[in-house]
């Protein structure tokens, strides 16, 4: 339902473009400037984040990516997602012997990619572009079981490769479109169609100094998938 509601978002964005752009550009003109440079980057760097007003550990930022205006209507961008996860069980209000287990997951997804611009109105500049990128993921999980006994697993979050460590070769099309509801400052929506090469990395377990490879050979998989970023992007032209 999210990612219906964000591609109806950017379709609403992109098709009133030019309903809006008559009230912007009055808008503009009564501050004394008439010319879309004054608000859209049409050249030089912008920075911008994407941000999860609502998500339900607070306002939660996955990704900064910066843009580089090599003309009005072309743009090439950077950018740089990272999300990291962990997770703790114990049972020491049981009062049994102790069992903790510890795990993690680190996901890096360095991105470049390249814009199209379009003219918009003075506020609004829609955009299409496309992206490759690398899809980084480990995991790591450590069980101690009393007081002598423990093992970790490296390459997963548990002996039956639950969130296995991978890496990607990424590719996406995407479309978006930046309302600058200030100099400088805007927000943003992007939707996109894309898919991956994936391969699987190995895992091992670690029993009380004993190492047992417990996936070894790398599976190769490809797929596409469409998506929308849930959240907004933020971002400032310097």
């Known amino acids: 339902m999210k990612k219906l509601s964000f591609l109806f978002a950017a379709g609403l964005l992109f098709a009133g473009s030019h309903a809006f752009g008559q009230d912007y550009l009055t808008d503009v003109t009564s501050e004394g400037s008439g010319s879309s440079g004054d608000f859209k980057a049409t050249s030089g760097v912008t920075l911008d984040v994407n941000f999860s007003p609502f998500s339900e550990s607070g306002v939660w930022i996955d990704r900064i990516r910066t843009r580089y205006f090599m003309s ?3 743009a090439l961008r950077i950018g740089l997602g990272i ?4 997770t703790t069980y114990d049972n020491l209000e049981s009062g049994a012997d102790l069992i903790q287990t510890k795990s993690s997951t680190t996901l890096l997804n360095p ?8 003219p918009g109105t003075d506020r609004l500049s829609p955009y299409i572009g496309g992206d490759l990128g690398l899809g980084l993921f480990s995991a790591r ?3 101690v079981v009393g007081e002598d006994y423990e093992y970790i697993i490296t390459g997963a979050t548990d002996n039956g490769l639950g969130n296995q460590r991978y890496t990607a070769l990424t590719f996406a099309a995407v479309a978006g479109a930046n309302f600058y509801f ?3 400052a805007y927000l943003g929506i992007e939707v996109g169609l894309g898919g991956q090469f994936k391969s699987l990395g190995k895992v091992e377990e670690d029993d009380n100094g004993t ?3 417990l996936f070894e050979d ?9 998506y929308a970023n849930a959240g907004l992007l933020l971002g400032f032209k310097f």
Request: aromatic share 12%; hydrophobic share 35%.
């Open 141 to 143: 999980a450590k069980r």
């Open 211 to 213: 190492v047992e490879v």
């Open 83 to 86: 999300e990291r996860n962990s």
């Open 218 to 226: 790398k599976v190769n998989s490809f797929r596409f998938e469409d």
């Open 182 to 184: 200030a100099k400088h």
């Open 72 to 74: 009005p209507d072309l």
């Open 111 to 118: 991105t470049f990619g390249v814009e199209k611009h379009f």
